[in-house]
């Protein structure tokens, strides 16, 4: 009888047997943050990004969870950084960053002027007024189908942006368009005109998002304009500090380097502060600026004849911008290399004095050791002679004693023969005591 054997299946593992990562959920949830709204026309959205600074993390999760109470929503859970809940009259969205915090309020339903009823009138004023200072961008937005806005440019830069030029394109390959001044208007808020000729709710919800975007990471990065500015003056001063130096050190005499190279130490030490307080801001901008292009880029643009695009607008605006931070930036590095080759030059020059001072300390140390030795040999003659002298004397009064007793001893010869006997002796104990102890100094 033949049997088979038959391939066994083996099971899967149960997850529950798996040893995650700490950090797994954590990282998977990271990427469906901070999710985008869907909208459909006719939409209005109001949106306000401020600097974080002034209020912690715990005191703005509080100043949330208020205006969720007020509708009966449940608030953002404790160690959340976004939120997003309908509070009924409007929906609303909260997002925490690094340096920035962002609060949307979008409201559906039929408008006759996208900008004249915004959706921030529908929020309590108590609770607007608890939101910190430092305002950086302040937007309100009306998603609207084609047909309905004016077909020229013209009329709807009059009707909905006071005359003024419009920067704007097709976006989303075409299937919506958007209008905007990049002005601030006579409400404190800019304004962001979109389009809906085949967009769905998600795609819209995304190209409002990133509009809001756009504009907040462009006035981010703008932050560090206004300091580089400032540094120019500051760098000039110390640029022609720098130069009188150089042209010091040239002629300096030896006494006068200590004082240069004080200066120069100065100098670095004023330059790598203002290095440190700038450097921050000049890499969170280039950081910021890199934002700007990829959400521009996600715009996916497509020109519509006779008005600027957005890529367009922020390369003439934007662009010389960071290209002046950068510049500030670089010069500062210059600068600070510049000041430390000199500090490095003059530092040779004194090392190279103070090691001439010590050649000749040496050499006159060398001159007083070898004087100190002949003294200390003459010394040690000097020595030798006089031990002998004394030690001589006892053999005589020894030898007179002795004498006295009864012995048949001359005490003059006795002396006379102790003379070489001691001194040779003195001697040679000298000479093996100074071994001894240049054997204990090695």
């Known amino acids: 009888m033949n049997t088979s054997t038959q391939p066994t299946t083996r099971r899967a593992r149960p997850p529950s047997l798996l040893s995650d990562h700490p950090e797994r959920l954590a990282l998977n949830d990271e990427a469906h943050a901070r999710p985008f709204e869907a909208v459909r ?13 002034s209020i912690c993390y715990e005191q703005e999760l509080a100043l949330m969870a208020e205006l969720c109470a007020s509708y009966d929503v449940a608030p953002p859970a404790a160690g959340r950084n976004h939120f997003s ?6 929906r609303f969205k909260w997002a925490r960053h690094s340096e920035f915090s962002s609060v949307t309020f979008i409201r559906h339903g039929e408008f006759r002027d996208p900008f004249g009823e915004p959706a921030l009138l529908h929020v309590p004023e108590s609770w607007l007024k608890q939101l910190p200072g430092d305002v950086l961008v302040a937007a309100h937005a009306g998603l609207e189908v084609q047909r309905l806005l004016p077909e020229k440019l013209e009329a709807v830069s009059t009707e909905y942006f006071k005359g003024n030029d419009l920067i704007g394109a097709r976006i989303g390959d075409g299937s919506g368009a958007v209008y905007t001044d990049f002005r601030i208007h006579a409400d404190g808020f800019s304004r962001y005109l979109l389009a809906d000729i085949q967009m769905g709710p998600k795609q819209a919800g995304r190209m409002l998002q990133r509009l809001f975007e756009i504009d907040t990471y462009r ?3 703008s932050l560090a304009l206004p300091l580089a500015k400032s540094l120019s003056p500051t760098l000039n ?3 022609r ?3 009188v130096l150089t042209a010091a050190m040239a002629d300096a005499r030896q006494e006068d380097e200590p004082q240069l190279l004080d200066r120069l130490t100065r100098l670095a030490a004023h330059i790598e502060r203002l290095l440190s307080e700038s450097d921050y801001r000049f ?3 280039r950081a910021y600026y890199g934002i700007v292009e990829r959400r521009i880029g996600e715009l996916r643009e497509v020109r519509i004849q006779g008005m600027q695009p957005f ?7 934007l662009a010389p911008a960071m290209n002046t931070c950068d510049s500030v930036e670089r010069r500062q590095r210059m600068l600070a290399d510049r000041v430390s080759r000199a500090s490095a030059m003059l530092r040779a020059r004194v090392d190279i004095s103070l090691e001439r001072q010590n050649q000749e300390l040496l050499g006159s140390m060398d001159r007083r050791a070898k004087l100190q030795l002949r003294l200390q040999e003459t010394v040690e003659g000097l020595s030798v002679a006089a031990i002998t002298y004394y030690t001589v004397g006892l053999v005589g009064y020894a030898a007179k004693g002795l004498k006295t007793a009864g012995l048949h001893i001359e005490p003059e010869l006795a002396m006379g023969l102790a003379i070489p006997v001691v001194a040779l002796a003195v001697a040679l104990g000298l000479r093996r005591m100074r071994k001894a102890l240049a054997q204990e100094m090695e």
């Open 237 to 239: 001063d110390a640029d």
């Open 41 to 53: 026309p006719p939409t209005r959205a109001s949106y306000i990004a401020y600097l974080n600074h």
């Open 219 to 221: 006035m981010m990065a």
């Open 311 to 317: 890529r367009e607008f922020m390369e003439r605006r």
């Open 283 to 285: 890499s969170a901008a």
């Open 241 to 243: 500090e720098l130069a």
């Open 85 to 90: 809940a309908n509070l009924g009259a409007f």
